[in-house]
């Protein structure tokens, strides 16, 4: 780590207030790159994965989904249910802020689509959209909403009979029975149908991390800084970027409830809401 970077121990031991002006002090007026996680939605009733008290969970896998028609009813059937909370989220202070901070890039993990409802732009949604449905057999992509329809006329009822359920980052939720749920096939080929997001046993597309891995990397050529909102950093598809970034020698801020695999690589680390900070970003850079 270079020398002239304050270590996350120094600025830990601050009060907050201290704290967060350091970290507006390092993103205030530089070029930024933006990194998002699951916690930027918990304002917007979608829970995180990993949360202080959450229950650690493995979303299903690729391999499993496509195992056969056992495990695609069991998906589609959670995620059916989920649709009818995760397809009405509206987005919040945080991904509205982040929207009119205007990074140079925005990347994030989450599969919502509520930076893009925000007018986030330019961005890249590394684990693709919920809201879009490919069919693994012809690779036609479609929206969600029309799916939910046809499932909905497949399975009349089942709403109703699945009661109040706790939806998760995904769209998934805690479902047991699923087994005389309807599924529905692709109306071009017949193929089986998958939310077109990236699986846990999946690669992001090639071209979504290079473009990613050439904005961190310019950070370093205009004096630019990474910010990491929301994001334990668990999974590599978001720490390499992290580890790249701290590599050049930019500064890092991450702003989680609970710590992430990149506390180590911070310049300053803040133990807060996303949608706190990034408002308070918002006004300092207004200010600026």
Same mark, same amino acid.
């Given at each position: 780590?270079?020398?002239?970077?304050?270590?996350?121990?120094?600025?830990?031991?601050?009060?907050?207030?201290?704290?967060?002006?350091?970290?507006?002090?390092?993103?205030?007026?530089?070029?930024?790159?933006?990194?998002?996680?699951?916690?930027?939605?918990?304002?917007?009733g979608i829970p995180d994965y990993r949360g202080p008290g959450r229950q650690v969970r493995t979303p299903m896998t690729y391999q499993e989904?496509?195992?056969?028609?056992?495990?695609?009813?069991?998906?589609?059937?959670?995620?059916?249910?989920?649709?009818?909370?995760?397809?009405?989220?509206?987005?919040?202070?945080?991904?509205?802020?982040?929207?009119?901070?205007?990074?140079?890039?925005?990347?994030?993990?989450? *599969? #919502? !689509?509520?930076?893009?409802?925000? %007018? $986030?732009?330019?961005? +890249?949604?590394?684990?693709? @959209?919920?809201?879009?449905?490919?069919?693994?057999?012809?690779?036609?992509?479609?929206?969600?909403?029309?799916?939910?329809?046809?499932?909905?006329?497949?399975?009349?009822?089942?709403?109703?009979?699945?009661?109040?359920?706790?939806?998760?980052?995904?769209?998934?939720?805690?479902?047991?029975?699923?087994?005389?749920?309807?599924?529905?096939?692709?109306?071009?080929?017949?193929?089986?149908?998958?939310?077109?997001?990236?699986?846990?046993?999946?690669?992001?597309?090639?071209?979504?991390?290079?473009?990613?891995?050439?904005?961190?990397?310019?950070?370093?050529? *205009? #004096? !630019?800084?990474?910010?990491?909102? %929301? $994001?334990?950093?668990? +999974?590599?598809?978001?720490? @390499?970027?992290?580890?790249?970034?701290?590599?050049?020698?930019?500064?890092?801020?991450?702003?989680?409830?609970?710590?992430?695999?990149?506390?180590?690589?911070?310049?300053?680390?803040?133990?807060?809401?996303?949608?706190?900070?990034?408002t308070a970003l918002e006004r300092a850079a207004a200010r600026a």
């Amino acid at each position: 780590m270079p020398a002239d970077r304050p270590t996350v121990g120094v600025l830990s031991r601050r009060d907050e207030r201290d704290e967060y002006a350091a970290a507006l002090g390092l993103l205030t007026g530089r070029p930024l790159v933006v990194l998002t996680g699951a916690g930027l939605s918990t304002d917007s009733g979608i829970p995180d994965y990993r949360g202080p008290g959450r229950q650690v969970r493995t979303p299903m896998t690729y391999q499993e989904f496509c195992s056969g028609p056992v495990a695609q009813q069991r998906y589609w059937a959670r995620a059916f249910v989920g649709w009818a909370t995760m397809g009405g989220a509206e987005p919040n202070d945080g991904h509205r802020a982040l929207a009119s901070i205007a990074p140079r890039l925005l990347i994030t993990q989450n *599969v #919502d !689509g509520l930076h893009e409802r925000a %007018g $986030s732009a330019p961005m +890249v949604a590394l684990h693709g @959209r919920i809201a879009d449905v490919v069919c693994l057999g012809c690779r036609r992509v479609t929206a969600r909403e029309g799916l939910q329809a046809r499932l909905a006329a497949l399975n009349p009822g089942f709403l109703d009979q699945a009661g109040r359920v706790q939806i998760r980052p995904d769209g998934d939720v805690e479902l047991d029975r699923t087994e005389e749920f309807v599924v529905a096939a692709c109306d071009a080929c017949g193929g089986a149908l998958k939310p077109d997001v990236v699986f846990f046993g999946e690669n992001v597309p090639a071209e979504r991390v290079a473009t990613c891995y050439g904005a961190v990397d310019h950070l370093a050529e *205009v #004096d !630019g800084a990474l910010l990491v909102v %929301g $994001s334990s950093l668990t +999974v590599m598809s978001g720490l @390499r970027f992290v580890r790249r970034t701290a590599k050049a020698g930019v500064p890092i801020v991450i702003a989680n409830r609970g710590p992430t695999r990149g506390d180590d690589l911070a310049t300053a680390r803040l133990e807060t809401g996303c949608s706190e900070f990034l408002t308070a970003l918002e006004r300092a850079a207004a200010r600026a």
